[in-house]
């Protein structure tokens, strides 16, 4: 009650008082990098390992960013947001967390390097992604 009697003291309502104090909802970051791949199937290479590749369907490129999580719910904060490289780390609640770098080299090519933990335990790959056509 002291705090509005000052600011009524001050000359403020305190309606006007409340309009400056309510913070706008957050709005999700656009991460051009993303919005500039190519829609469709990718094909994720893991270098090193000969045979062992990754199909997913790209409808939505934040996939990329928690490949080792799939589409479980998970928070993401943005480290580094450039044209040609984007690094984020994700929280994915009792799933795991990891942080992911993608480099852009076209629409259709990129480079993906991923670490964190998932389920318990710690993972770490890279990869080479290229779209290979339609889903």
């Not at 009650?1 to 309009?19: E, P, Q, R």
């Not at 199937?41 to 490129?61: F, M, P, Q, V, Y």
Request: proline residues 3%.
């Amino acid at each position: 009650m002291k705090f509005l009697n000052l600011i009524k003291t001050a000359g403020l309502s305190s309606v006007a008082f409340f309009a400056f104090t309510v913070a706008a909802p957050a709005q999700a970051p656009d991460l051009a990098l993303l919005d500039g791949l190519q829609k469709g199937s990718w094909t994720l290479k893991e270098r090193g390992a000969s045979d062992s590749s990754k199909r997913i369907c790209l409808g939505d490129a934040k996939l990329l960013l928690q490949v080792q999580h799939g589409s479980a719910k998970c928070t993401r904060y943005v480290i580094e947001d450039k044209p040609n490289v984007l690094r984020v780390s994700y929280k994915c609640g009792n799933l795991g967390h990891g942080v992911t770098e993608i480099r852009r080299e076209s629409s259709g090519l990129i480079q993906l390097n991923s670490q964190g933990i998932s389920s318990g335990s710690p993972f770490s790959f890279s990869a080479e992604g290229r779209r290979t056509g339609a889903c």
